[in-house]
């Protein structure tokens, strides 16, 4: 196979085992040095990937992505608007109270949800009980798998809940409405919703708050896609008189800090394969100054200032060639088997979690890309070092 001159003489030095062993030792420091870096940073981009999933599967699935308060009859006019918005799952009717869940020895505070028959986002949770269980049966809640051990409760034992926003008033004074529900389910989510949240059928909650059907209203709108959320506020900025949140609000911050580290450890491993990339530039400088009287000689023999610097260029891009591929394919094996690998070496994560991953191909190959990038710019500088070399000068006592 015919070659361009330039590529087959670059190749030649990149696969040369003889002269200057130090050039040697930094030509494989810098591959392994990109081959490391790579694979390091797109297992940790995978695993804050699977991270990030798991937030948005398990903690927004549980909570309303936009809520709109006001008057029922503006908002009912509005629904079939909304329900034609592309990214729209669900919109419900929804009902939640800050409460206290007290038993013989314990307190938790608690944010008490009440779900509707049409509500399913809590089923892919469940460990015990069904959401059957907790909307045919009257006065039972349903709380998370951390939430039972904190309170020593399983299924069938009673909690007290108490709500100190609502209160009856008796003959000793204002006391909050409390009530004893029944254990019927208990979910788990591995996410900070188990901390705080639990649910009761939305007739329960009802009769727990007094409320009877008003003129007053609050609808919940669950999406497809929870970061999808600006056209469905851009829809409702239209009616000012409704008040609208979303989830960004209450879980927006968590959801940042995760993006800020995933960015930061992204930059850190980033750097590792920049230093990788200046050892490229130095093996290629060394290897400039070693081989000058032979570049003088190719000059001699026709070759132009542009095919020096190709060849010096191809040679330090081989390194970063091979290192990326290196790098490319280890990061994904161990992507791959993060989990595995972990037990092998004696790791195991508190209560055997496993770790999530996420290969995405655009970050995937954006990494790669970058890489290759890195060793092409380093060497740039060598290369037009080298197609400045006078042939008379470094041949005259040769």
């Not at 030509?27 to 995978?46: D, Q, R, Y």
């Not at 019927?184 to 649910?199: G, K, P, R, V, W």
């Not at 992507?335 to 970050?363: D, H, Q, R, Y």
Request: glycine share 6%.
């Amino acid at each position: 196979m015919i070659q361009p001159v330039s590529l087959f003489v670059g190749l030649r030095y990149s696969r040369s085992t003889k002269g200057n062993a130090f050039i040697s030792f930094i030509s494989f420091f810098s591959i392994a040095g990109i081959a490391l870096g790579l694979a390091a940073l797109i297992v940790v981009n995978s695993v804050m990937n699977g991270f990030e999933k798991n937030l948005k599967s398990s903690m927004l699935a549980l909570i309303p992505h936009v809520q709109i308060s006001g008057k029922r009859t503006e908002i009912e006019k509005l629904l079939p608007e909304l329900k034609n918005v592309e990214n729209v799952k669900e919109i419900g009717e929804h009902l939640a109270v800050e409460a206290v869940l007290q038993t013989n020895s314990q307190l938790q505070g608690v944010r008490l949800q009440g779900g509707s028959k049409d509500d399913t986002s809590l089923i892919p949770f469940l460990k015990q009980g069904s959401w059957e269980d907790l909307q045919d049966s009257r006065y039972t809640i349903a709380v998370s798998r951390y939430l039972a051990s904190a309170l020593n409760v399983n299924i069938g034992d009673e909690i007290r809940v108490i709500i100190p926003s609502v209160s009856n008033y008796t003959p000793m004074g204002r006391v909050p409405v409390q009530r004893v529900l029944t254990v019927s389910t208990i979910f788990s989510t591995e996410s900070e919703a188990d901390l705080h949240l639990a649910y009761t059928s939305f007739d329960t909650l009802e009769r727990l708050l007094k409320r009877k059907s008003a003129d007053d209203a609050t609808y919940s709108i669950k999406l497809f896609d929870a970061f999808g959320i600006q056209p469905i506020l851009e829809l409702l900025a239209k009616h000012p008189t409704l008040a609208v949140s979303d989830w960004r609000v209450e879980q927006g911050a968590l959801f940042s800090a995760v993006a800020m580290e995933k960015r930061i450890m992204t930059l850190l491993l980033t750097l590792i394969v920049l230093v990788a990339a200046f050892n490229i530039l130095s093996a290629i400088s060394m290897m400039v100054n070693e081989k000058q009287s032979e570049i003088a000689i190719l000059q001699t023999l026709g070759f132009t200032p542009l095919k020096i610097m190709q060849i010096f260029m191809v040679q330090g891009s081989y390194n970063g060639v091979v290192g990326t591929f290196i790098g490319g394919c280890l990061g994904i094996i161990l992507t791959l088997n993060i989990n595995e690998a972990l037990s092998v070496v004696g790791l195991n994560l508190l209560g055997g979690m496993k770790l999530p991953t996420v290969i995405e191909p655009f970050a995937l190959a954006l990494m790669i890309l970058s890489s290759l990038l890195l060793s092409f710019i380093a060497t740039v500088l060598p290369a037009f070092k080298a197609a400045k070399v006078l042939p008379a000068e470094v041949l005259r006592y040769e």
